[in-house]
């Protein structure tokens, strides 16, 4: 089994290397004497704005044609499954959200995001407590999406894996006018969208609108959103600007079809469990945020930003099992940040420095009811208040030591508290908190071996405290008193350059050390969590970017990957020292090769590889890897200022059947593995295709 998983291996660094090699060769010529055509590029996610070439991190950037051309826009998977290092599941389970990990972290969510930093135009959708909720991103909206791989605590605190920054496009960024667009596809989806901006004199505005209708493949797995994204922005001044964004979700039905196990597979992919079907497992959310980004360049001689947010979210959720199982909660989340950014002189040398804040709080009013197997609610077992306040202050610095060298340094402190008010006291008093005083920082060093060219060294620190859902108590309410952050020092090198005027990439080598790692253990139907020691993570990320021709363009993004765990054992005392980390494979390979015609005419075929992996901690249950391809097409049309645009899409072309999610170490203690149900099978091959108008 260890010679077929290198044999795999092996052939895909072949064929990535074997792209990189040709490209390297057509254009290695003309590199002495190249005039570039690539833009200016200029990353803000980390806080300290600055050009992509002098950033010590692994960073990349996705901008608003691949993100529209051709795409549903339904998922974040979409736009970035060619960035190295990304690890996605659970696309068309809307009622459990996407999961998403880098280098490892976010792995062990058993729904939505948790270790990585989420904003949408600066506004956190990341909670204090360290979960994602991403239900509300509008791609038919997103302009730019940066992403950050690597430990990120230094820039955002509670946030050990990385950070997606997404910005939606102002009321002046696109060509003024009106789009409707229509979307229908295979298992009865249909998405409608409508958009309208303009600007006059200072003031722009921009208007989002989708809704979306959504059978699902399986059974019990339809979903209905409402989505409103808007911006307005005034300029004054010089270069002041302040921009309001109001985004609003509207989600009345969102069934949850529920993992299977190995027998229900091989019986029908497509079925949803008895229970879930019985107790019509799902959800239901509305949520409205509300920001205020203020920006100014002209304050003393540094850049000013204040961002400041509120947002309210309605949720209740039937879980697919009879029990504890329905769950509701109202929530406030609301929170400043402020930046600083200026740039002087130390000693004759150039530095740029940056300081800023954050104080956020969080809010949850949470109700847990006793279900029966008719699905009756038969008895509350939960009412409490919950309370998440983070306050942080950071600094960082970039010295350049020459014109190519640069030295990074940066630090953080963290105060984050959470605590529970218990107002369920039938079966005792279960409040409590707990605070935790954390300081992470990194020193990174970059030298520019060209104008497009750089090599660069990072280590860093990190640490991820338990989300409130983590800190379950399996002995009963309130904190499990067992379980502690995870700390990470993270160790990177990197390059990345342009060769010639069309091949561009990007080389990253990672070693992290995690302790005290977080990990799911479930008992019976519910999952609890343990700090499972030590764990590590080494791998190799290339990503490459070839335009071969006017015409013709590869994309393609490479992670070879080792996550083992160490010095850990499980509840029944086994040792699992040596262990793959569940959830993860090794071996991940996604590319696209686009062809581009006269006007906007373009078709593009994408391929990807996924290696296989493990659905629990102690290894008993591989689950296969796979390949998928995929079809995309589309032309527009001009009649004087209107155009229509048509596009459609084939997904899983070779009707591969594999899971589009592995629930992990779901029933893990259940000692027959065969039924263990850990797998939410993916749709064979589907087709969409949709219509815009532009006027």
């Known amino acids: 089994m260890r010679f077929m998983g290198a044999i795999e291996t092996i052939s895909v660094m072949v064929l990535a290397l074997v792209m990189t090699g040709a490209a390297t060769l057509a254009r290695a010529q003309d590199d002495s004497n190249g005039t570039s055509t690539e833009p200016f590029i200029t990353v803000t996610s980390p806080r300290l704005e600055r050009s992509l070439y002098e950033t010590p991190a692994a960073v990349s950037v996705t901008n608003a044609p691949e993100i529209r051309k051709g795409q549903q826009r339904l998922q974040l998977d979409e736009s970035l499954d060619t960035v190295p290092g990304l690890f996605f599941q659970n696309r068309y389970n809307f009622a459990q959200n996407l999961r998403l990990s880098t280098r490892g972290f976010g792995a062990r969510a058993p729904f939505g995001i948790r270790g990585i930093r989420i904003q949408v135009d600066g506004i956190p959708y990341t909670l204090p407590d360290g979960q994602s909720q991403i239900d509300a991103v509008d791609l038919d909206s997103a302009q730019r999406i940066e992403v950050i791989r690597g430990p990120s605590s230094v820039q955002y605190g509670n946030a050990s894996g990385g950070v997606i920054d997404i910005t939606t496009a102002r009321g002046d960024d696109l060509p003024p006018g009106q789009r409707i667009r229509q979307d229908v596809g295979s298992n009865d989806y249909y998405k409608t969208t409508f958009q309208a901006n303009g600007s006059q004199g200072d003031t722009s505005g921009i208007a989002t609108m989708s809704w979306l209708d959504y059978n699902g493949y399986r059974d019990q797995s339809e979903v209905e959103k409402g989505l409103f994204n808007g911006r307005v922005s005034r300029e004054w001044g010089s270069g002041q600007r302040l921009t309001a964004t109001l985004n609003a979700l509207h989600t009345p039905k969102a069934q949850d079809p529920a993992g299977l196990d190995a027998g229900e597979v091989e019986q029908d992919r497509r079925q949803a469990t008895a229970n879930a079907q019985r107790l019509d497992s799902g959800q239901d959310v509305d949520q409205q945020t509300l920001g205020l980004l203020y920006e100014n360049p002209a304050v003393g001689a540094g850049d000013l930003t204040v961002s400041s947010f509120f947002t309210r ?15 509701a909660y109202d929530r406030q989340f609301y929170g400043i940040s402020m930046d600083y ?10 530095l740029t420095w940056a300081v800023g804040s954050d104080l956020h709080r969080q809010v949850d009013d949470r109700r847990r009811y006793q279900v029966s197997f008719s699905g009756e609610v038969i008895g509350q077992t939960q009412d409490e208040i919950q309370n998440a306040t983070t306050a942080g202050v950071f600094a960082q610095g970039d010295l350049a030591l020459s014109e190519q060298f640069n030295l990074s340094l940066g630090t953080r402190f963290d105060h984050l508290r959470l605590s529970v008010d218990d107002q369920f006291l039938t079966d005792g008093n279960d409040s409590g908190s707990r605070t935790y005083r954390e300081f992470s920082g990194f020193v990174g060093a970059s030298y520019r071996l060209a104008e497009r060219q750089q090599l660069y060294a990072t280590v860093g620190t990190a640490f991820e405290a338990p989300t409130f859902t983590e800190f379950a108590n399996p002995d009963g309410g309130g904190f499990n008193p067992d379980i502690e952050p995870q700390k990470a020092i993270s160790r990177e090198v990197g390059m990345r350059g342009v060769l010639g005027e069309g091949f561009s990439f990007d080389v990253a080598l990672f070693s992290i050390r995690v302790d005290d790692e977080i990990l799911p253990n479930n008992e019976g139907s519910q999952t609890f969590y343990q700090n499972a020691g030590r764990t590590e993570r080494n791998g190799i990320e290339l990503g490459v970017d070839w335009a071969i021709s006017w015409a013709w363009r590869v994309t393609s993004a490479l992670t070879l990957a080792d996550y083992t765990l160490e010095k850990f054992e499980d509840d029944q005392g086994n040792r699992l020292d040596g262990n793959r980390l569940p959830g993860l494979p090794r071996q991940q390979w996604v590319s696209e090769l686009e062809w581009r015609g006269d006007g906007q005419r373009f078709a593009a075929l994408e391929w990807q590889y996924v290696g296989d992996l493990y659905a629990e901690n102690s290894n008993e249950t591989k ?20 155009s229509v645009n048509i596009y459609s899409g084939i997904r899983n072309l070779a009707d591969e059947q594999y899971f589009s999610n592995i629930r992990i170490n779901a029933n893990a203690d259940n000692p027959v593995v065969e039924e263990r149900g850990y797998f939410e099978p993916a749709p064979g091959r589907t087709f969409y295709a949709g219509l815009e108008w532009r006027f």
């Open 341 to 350: 950014q200026q740039g002087v002189e130390v000693g004759g040398l150039p």
């Open 623 to 642: 689950v296969p890897g796979y390949w998928l391809f995929g079809l995309r097409a589309g032309d527009t049309f001009r009649f004087g200022r209107q």
């Open 313 to 327: 979210r309605d949720f209740s959720q039937q879980l697919p099992f009879p029990g504890p199982s329905r769950i």
